[in-house]
């Protein structure tokens, strides 16, 4: 006679055996246990039998739909007890722990690059498979994210899901609208003690005081150039590789640093986070709208050693510095004429194209 005791160790027996006798008739993937298989079958027939009451969203699997409701809910049973941080889901919890432990077990064969989870293990592969399973089914490109595809749709659904609450614009990408949200943010609690300059995060202080005490512990092994910072060091080591390993996946182009990568996106995207609070005219990056700044606060901070005259920006004063050095490296591939700007050989060209693009 089966009693209770007979099923627990019989549950535990079937887990500690090798041996998977439940054969899906549809993909062959076998299973220990049969429960497991009717939940896998759901996969392949779309069939979604648990409905939340709330917003009657469905799930294939009664445990998902519980972990749904928790949106609903905002019960996070699963805390840290390292830092008391509350998650809605287990695995959640786990792959936080790993941050604790510094735990990278998922290791790639080909670089031996470690990932603390195995999913960021298999979206790196794909860098060496050059692997692109998600495909728009509108336009047919293909991506090796999933989340980068889900981006890819808004530019065909014209969706901006991410919205300001404090004035309701609306944006594609939600870093954007975290950019977005600072115009919003004059708090900046964090001041420096030497120039009582504020900033919004304490890692932004900490970058700035090195300007301070003039400190480059960091130094390149290559051509023992010194920085301040250990980020800035890694980045320019890819001067040296040629290293550029964030890639636009609707375009293809490269770039060396994260950063560059998300304001590149922008092009892509239209969007303009950056606003400038006395014009309101807004800006794709941060750099643009600083530059910007200048024209209404007549900031010139780059000056000529040699004749004093001051710039806005950088590459203006080393436009300028040609006319000191006499150096002309923009050169007519029609006649040979060397300039010093590149503006000035643009306009030379048009002697040989003929070409009047001003019409009165």
């Known amino acids: ?28 993937k076998a299973f220990k246990q ?4 009717i939940r896998h079958l759901c996969i392949h027939t779309k069939e979604k039998p648990h409905v939340c009451e709330i917003c009657n969203k469905a799930f294939s699997q009664k445990g998902d739909l519980n972990s749904h409701l928790r949106v609903h809910t905002k019960e996070k049973p699963h805390i840290c007890e390292i830092c008391n941080k509350a998650f809605s889901r287990r695995f959640v919890l786990k792959t936080h722990m790993l941050y604790h432990t510094n735990e990278k077990p998922h290791i790639c064969e080909i ?23 998600h495909i728009c089914e509108i336009c047919h490109k293909a991506f ?52 009582n300059k504020a900033f919004l995060r304490s ?20 051509c023992n150039k010194a920085f301040s910072l250990s980020g800035n060091l890694k980045r320019h080591l890819r001067i040296h590789t040629k290293e550029k390993p964030y890639v636009c996946e609707i375009c293809n182009k490269a770039f060396s640093e994260s950063g560059t990568l998300k304001e590149h996106l922008r092009i892509h995207t239209k969007e ?3 606003v400038c ?14 530059l910007h700044l200048r024209i209404h606060t007549k900031e010139k901070p780059h000056v000529c050693e040699i004749c004093y005259k001051a710039f806005s920006q950088r590459g203006s004063l080393n436009s300028h510095l040609r006319m000191h050095t006499n150096e002309k490296p923009y050169v007519c591939e029609i006649c040979n004429k060397a300039f010093c700007q590149k503006d000035t050989l643009n306009s030379h060209l048009r002697i040989h194209t003929k070409e009047k693009p001003h019409i009165c």
């Open 272 to 274: 303009k986070p950056h």
């Open 1 to 28: 006679m089966a009693t209770p005791q007979n099923d627990i160790l019989k549950h535990h027996l079937n887990n500690q055996s090798t041996e998977k006798p439940h054969v899906c008739d549809v993909c062959h």
């Open 203 to 222: 890692d932004a202080l900490k970058k700035h005081v090195h300007i301070h005490t003039k400190e480059k512990p960091y130094i390149c092994e290559i």
């Open 34 to 37: 049969n429960f497991n298989l």
């Open 111 to 133: 670089c031996n690059k470690a990932f603390s989870q195995k999913g960021n293990l298999n979206m790196h592969l794909r860098t060496h498979t050059k692997e692109k399973p």
């Open 144 to 195: 090796s994210r999933r989340f980068v595809l889900k981006t890819h749709m808004l530019f065909h659904t014209s969706e901006k899901p991410h919205v300001c609450q404090i004035c309701n614009k609306a944006f594609y990408q939600k870093d954007s609208l975290n950019a977005h949200l600072r115009i919003h943010s004059e708090e900046k609690t964090h001041v420096c003690e030497l120039c």
């Open 277 to 290: 609070n006395i014009c309101k005219k807004s800006f794709s990056h941060s750099g643009a709208l600083i």
